[in-house]
């Protein structure tokens, strides 16, 4: 499971890597203010699935252990996606793209946690056989959600042709904590 968290510091480095520029307000959340929102969101739903995730290491696992730590999993990415389509647009050149792309990810990621709540329930019943097949299958779902927080990262950063969301995620204090952890 652990390995599964590894590419979201590379998000931020990802995101940060791509040039200079800067952002005006408006309506729309500034650059910063957009980073910062897209960056604790990050760290709020990989802390949270992380310490769902707690009970699931070791040798011991119980069928309640797994549908506990599922349904804290669940909970988590549902907010992480209901966090992700609340950002909005940011206020740059590639708003709307930067807007579609994490969307797309929240719709993404809705999916992924769904597949794996199908793998839980197939598994109810199963013991422990089922407990290690439907945690084997979390492990699949969280690295291909982080996977996708990846190509969502590339994707903002092919699209910020101006550096404007660069220069956000760079000055956010969310992302300077997310990429430092």
Known sequence: MKLAFAPLALVVVLVAGCGGGG??????????????????????????????????KGGNLSEGDLK???SEIKAATNTFADDLKGLGKPNTDAGQ???????????QITK?????????????????KGAVSAAGSIATSLSTMSTQIASAA????????????????RNAPACKKLSSG
């Open 23 to 56: 952002g005006s307000s408006s309506s729309s959340p500034s650059a910063q203010d957009w980073a910062n929102g897209l960056c604790s969101a990050i760290t709020t739903w990989s802390d949270s699935v992380k310490t769902a995730g707690e009970s699931l």
């Open 68 to 70: 506990k730590s599922s």
């Open 97 to 107: 793209k930067a807007k579609d792309a994490i969307d797309q990810l929240a719709s």
């Open 112 to 128: 992924d946690v769904d597949t794996l709540q199908k793998a839980v329930d197939d598994a109810a019943g199963q013991g422990a």
């Open 154 to 169: 590339s994707t903002l950063q092919q699209a910020d042709t101006k550096g404007e969301l660069e220069k956000g995620f």
